[in-house]
């Protein structure tokens, strides 16, 4: 060590720069994990509404095999209104559109809620609800079980 003590100054600036570097490394590795968190996310939204769409366009085949596997697709999205969903088709209150691409929840004031958005839908004639026979029932029943609103 020289007696000037410019080495001394010398290492601690080194010290202070290496502290620097694995603060900035510790902040990048906590900002690459919440993108991957919120990237995530949006795949899991993606995921829901897709198997949604799909079982939206089961219930509107209106066969009873197709209605079975879309219950099953409802319970198993993960989608934060599948229990109203299936609550719904339960109580017979969950009704498809003339058009076969409307469906609509009947609330219990009577007001259509549109299931693809959840938004206010205008009153529609020739809605019909999603019909049910006993491997229907079956499934729905082992659906709200599976989910836990039985």
Known sequence: MRG???SGLALQAGDRLLALLALAA???????????VLS??????????AALSTAFD???????GDTAAAIEAISSSGA???????EAIAE???????DGKGIFIKSASGKLIDAR????AAE?????????????????QAAMGNIGIL
Not at 117 to 120: D, Y
């Open 58 to 64: 089961k219930l509107a085949a209106d066969n009873f």
């Open 26 to 36: 510790v902040l990048l590795a906590a900002l690459l994990s919440a993108l991957a």
């Open 80 to 86: 934060a209104n599948a229990p109203e969903l299936l």
């Open 4 to 6: 000037d003590g410019k």
């Open 117 to 120: 958005t959840s938004q206010a």
């Open 124 to 140: 529609s004639s020739g809605l019909k609800q999603v019909r049910l026979n006993n491997r229907v029932r079956s499934a729905l």
């Open 40 to 49: 995530t996310g949006a795949s899991a939204q993606n995921s829901q509404t």
């Open 92 to 98: 017979g209150r969950l009704l498809l559109g003339s």
